[in-house]
């Protein structure tokens, strides 16, 4: 069958995350080599509605692999998500002459391309672009392996800090919902406990495992806690509440917050993004629309846009089991 896509755009929505820009350069290149235009979109949809468009071809993209955040840039569109936002968008893309879009972004900027393709009938197509890896149909998204990366090496050097001055430190890194951060960085840095949203473990076991810790000889303490933890109304009240039945202990906060987003991208997701981007774009041609690319056993997959949004990501059950016998 002839291709009828003809001119492709791009944007990045939501929070920014490493590998972005890979993703981006992918899908421009990937449109260059089947000879279709490809436009991107600066700062998401709300670009898209006020037709904040530029060309791009193979050259455009050069030198933005290694780079975090993203070219394009991001913002958040209260606009878009208005039947009158979405249709000053759609008369943009149509004045253009674009007839398909890939977002890259989380579930808010998959929703909202849903809703526009529901709408409109506008192909759309999905990059999974989030650190917090929270998104159903891909073993992994865009920016999660540098991330994780990132955590490592500042827990690294804060244990440095922890063991000079018989310190606990208390590390909190994203993760609002899910625990994938926390647990694979808690495991990865040796930290004597990992507290997530999944495993509600409540105070008494953190106590009695410090307390268990302690008398195995450890003189210093690393704890890894996901922002969306359950126990206690935020980590300074968790360390407030441990600091006074730990009076040996010089107790101390640690909030990585936005480092973890920013940064050089990993090999890993430099590749993940070349592949997801060349995925999308034959997507296209082939006629598919409403879909997500993302990597499942290393192969590349497409889940549908509606079930990426509403499925949840399951945290790794032996890895759960791992970190157990590994703060033995």
């Known amino acids: 069958m002839e291709n009828q896509i003809k001119k492709i755009a791009v944007l990045t929505s939501g929070g920014d995350a490493p590998g972005m820009n890979a993703a981006i350069r992918s899908v421009v290149r990937s449109c260059a080599y089947y000879n279709i235009e490809c436009v991107g979109v600066y700062r998401g949809y709300q670009g898209m509605?006020?037709?904040?468009?530029?060309?791009?071809?193979a050259r455009s993209v050069g030198n933005i692999i290694n780079k975090g955040g993203t070219i394009l840039k991001s913002a958040r569109s209260l606009e878009f998500m208005t039947k009158e936002g979405r249709q000053k968008a759609y008369d943009y893309l149509k004045k253009e002459g674009i007839d398909a879009f890939v977002v890259i972004g989380g579930d808010g900027s998959f929703t909202g391309a849903l809703v526009f393709n529901q709408e409109f009938n506008?192909?759309?197509m999905g990059i999974p672009g989030t650190i917090d890896n929270d998104i159903f149909g891909t073993n992994y998204t865009l920016g999660y392996d540098t991330a994780l990366n990132t955590v490592v090496e500042v827990i690294d050097k804060i244990r440095d800090t922890a063991s000079s001055h018989n310190r606990l430190f208390f590390v909190e890194v994203m993760g609002r919902d899910v625990g994938h951060i926390a647990l694979n960085a808690g495991v990865g840095a040796g930290a004597e406990e990992i507290l997530i949203p999944e495993e509600n473990l409540g105070l008494d076991r953190l106590i009695e495992s410090l307390k268990k810790s302690k008398k195995s000889g450890k003189s210093s303490s690393i704890v890894v806690v996901a922002e969306g933890d359950k126990i206690g109304k935020n980590v300074f009240e968790l360390a407030e509440y441990v600091e006074e039945n730990f009076p040996f202990y010089e107790v101390r906060v640690s909030v990585l917050g936005h480092m973890q987003r920013g940064g050089t991208p990993s090999c890993f997701d430099r590749v993940l993004a070349s592949r997801m981007g060349v995925k999308v774009v034959e997507s296209l041609i082939e006629g598919k629309s409403n879909?997500?690319?993302?990597?499942?056993d290393n192969k590349m997959v497409l889940t549908e846009l509606d079930k990426a949004i509403k499925g949840k990501s399951k945290i790794n059950r032996e890895l759960l089991k791992v970190s157990d016998i590994m703060t033995t």
């Open 49 to 57: 509605i006020e037709g904040d468009f530029k060309e791009m071809g």
């Open 291 to 296: 879909l997500m690319v993302g990597v499942i």
């Open 122 to 124: 506008f192909p759309v």
